[in-house]
Nanobody, 130 residues
Framework: QVHLVESGGGLVQPGGSLRLSCAAS????????IGWFRQAPGKEREGFSC????????YYPDSVKGRFTISRDTAKNTVYLQMNSLKPEDTAVYYC???????????????????????WGQGTQVTVSS
């Protein structure tokens, strides 16, 4: 049985940092495309950090580019999201998801097509507020 478990969310002041973790059991994350998504109240789910299988291509939309970094730890079967310079508009529930890559990888495609992902975590709340 596959489980993805996010952790590391919480309350942080504007300008602060958080590191989210996505730990997996039942599958090897290195073999999957991984995406971080977030959903704020009243808004659509947004894919904002996506990485191809192994340590290949990474995609960030402009909204987080330069502030967020996605990375893999193969030994721990975990994917991380380092978030710096957080803003109130980053407040949302954050989810990690895993997709079996089909064809050539396109980060923008995988970040904009959540239905490509077979496995999802339960989410972790990130609140940016003073």
């Amino acid at each position: 049985q596959v489980h993805l478990v996010e952790s590391g969310g919480g309350l942080v002041q504007p300008g602060g940092s958080l590191r989210l973790s996505c730990a997996a059991s039942g599958l090897i994350l290195d073999y999957y495309a991984i995406g971080w998504f977030r959903q704020a109240p009243g808004k659509e789910r947004e894919g904002f950090s996506c990485i191809s299988p192994s340590h290949g291509s990474i995609y960030y939309p402009d909204s987080v580019k330069g502030r967020f970094t996605i990375s893999r730890d193969t030994a721990k079967n975990t994917v991380y999201l380092q978030m710096n310079s957080l803003k109130p508009e980053d407040t949302a529930v954050y989810y990690c998801a895993a997709a079996a890559q089909k064809g050539l990888y396109s980060g923008s495609y995988y970040c904009n097509n959540a239905n490509e992902y077979e496995y999802w975590g339960q989410g972790t709340q990130v609140t940016v507020s003073s």
